[in-house]
C-alpha cells in the first residue's frame, strides 16, 4: 500500500469547476493504475474515472465528457478536472491506486489497495 493525500475539493455553483488532486507516495510501481470513485449519501460508490501507466484512460459512460482526469508522473499526482458541475455530482470524491489492475476491472473498488481520505465536492443551483 502507499499513501494517498487528496485536496481540491469545495463548494461551488453549478456550471462551474473543480479540480481535484491525489498525490501518492513512491514507489509509483504501487501506483500503476489509479482512479476517481464517489460516493454520495445513501448512495454506492461508484467509479468516475481511471488512469493506468501504460496511458490505458477511461471514463464512466454516464459522466457526459464533463470529467477530465490527468496525470503528473515527475509527482505522481493524479488529478481530476471537473466541468460545468451539477448538483448530481455532488459527493464524496475517492482517490484510489493499485500495482496493477486489468483494463476490465479498473472500475471495481475491490481492485485498488490504497485509498485516500476523500474530498467532498458540494454543488449549490
Known amino acids: 500500500q502507499v499513501e494517498i493525500v487528496q485536496s481540491g475539493g469545495g463548494s461551488v455553483q453549478a456550471g462551474g469547476s473543480l479540480r481535484l488532486s491525489c498525490e501518492a507516495s513512491?514507489?509509483?510501481?504501487?501506483?500503476?493504475?489509479m482512479a476517481w470513485f464517489r460516493q454520495a449519501p445513501g448512495k454506492e460508490r461508484e467509479a468516475v474515472a481511471a488512469?493506468?501507466?501504460?496511458?490505458?484512460?477511461k471514463y464512466a459512460d454516464s459522466l457526459e465528457g464533463r470529467f477530465s482526469v490527468s496525470l503528473d508522473y515527475a509527482k505522481n499526482i493524479l488529478y481530476l478536472q471537473i466541468d460545468n458541475l451539477k448538483p448530481e455530482d455532488a459527493a464524496m470524491y475517492y482517490c484510489a491506486a493499485d500495482p496493477w489492475v486489468d483494463s476490465t476491472r479498473l472500475f471495481e473498488p475491490a481492485e485498488y489497495d490504497s485509498w485516500g481520505q476523500g474530498t467532498q465536492v458540494t454543488v449549490s443551483p
Open positions: 513512491r514507489p509509483t510501481s504501487k501506483t500503476n493504475s
Open positions: 488512469y493506468r501507466r501504460d496511458g490505458l484512460v
